[in-house]
């Protein structure tokens, strides 16, 4: 099964921008869909983003699409998380998350994922 861990997060102003990585490791990167979540305070954990396992297709959440982009390089075992514009309601704690290696289906729901990373705080003030 494979590991993942999320860095990157940090403070930035509205309107900024930063770059999550995802660095994978236990497994074959490009054998797994990989999304990305988040998760604000008192609110339920939401669906920003997935990329197949070339990295052929991406799928993105209405509120981030046009601002974020993912991307992944299997060679370097790491996917990443563009995220541009930032608005205070973005901020959250951001989840890199892999699929079953069985699991072709693109979907959006965080049980269908079951490798998870510890997360990244990013926090955009106003």
């Known amino acids: 099964q494979v590991q993942l861990v999320e860095s990157g997060g940090g403070l930035v102003q509205a309107g900024g921008s930063l770059r999550l990585s995802c660095a994978t490791s236990?497994?074959?990167?490009?054998?797994?869909?990989m999304g990305w979540f988040r998760q604000a305070p008192g609110k339920e954990r939401e669906f920003v983003g997935l990329i197949t396992r070339s990295g052929g297709s991406t799928y993105y959440a209405d509120s981030v699409k046009g601002r974020f982009t993912i991307s992944r390089d299997n060679a370097k075992n790491t996917v990443y998380l563009q995220m541009n514009s930032l608005k205070p309601e973005d901020t959250a704690v951001y989840f890199c998350?892999?699929?079953?290696?069985?699991?072709?289906?693109?979907?959006?729901?965080?049980?269908?994922?079951?490798?998870w990373g510890q997360g990244t705080q990013v926090t955009v003030s106003s």
């Open positions: 236990g497994d074959t990167l490009s054998r797994y869909n």
């Open positions: 998350a892999a699929q079953s290696r069985t699991d072709y289906s693109i979907t959006y729901s965080p049980s269908a994922y079951n490798s």
